[in-house]
């Protein structure tokens, strides 16, 4: 799902996920990890079928796990995709409800940092699909 929005509300939490030891057998760690979720009122949906005005984005929250920060009133394009697995999560046992995510490794950014011909492509070619 591709959109235009403006953050309205940042819902911030913890996750927490046991990992195996890589030196010693039959060891685990429990580490914790952000959870936050940005709420975004919907300026312009570009792609996608969600009908809700108020769309929620979860990601860690930025720093070396990839994860996206997002201000307070602060307005982006958000290239956002549908996963089932915890944040920050890279295995397929540790599922969780299908969410929307998005990361640094998206052409996610801030709205006055992004042309207008980006966003006229993008709904050009949403127009052919």
Known sequence: ????GTVVEIKKGKVY???PSSTEKGKYYVREINRIEFVFKVKELIKGKEKSDFITIVTSGGGADCGNYFDL???HLIYSYETDLQVNTFTEDNKVEPYFSTDLC???KNLNRTKKSEINRLKRLNKRN
Request: charged share 25%; aromatic share 8%; no cysteine.
């Open 17 to 19: 996920d046991s990992i």
């Open 106 to 108: 998206t052409r996610t």
């Open 1 to 4: 799902m591709i959109f235009t």
């Open 73 to 75: 009133n602060s307005e």
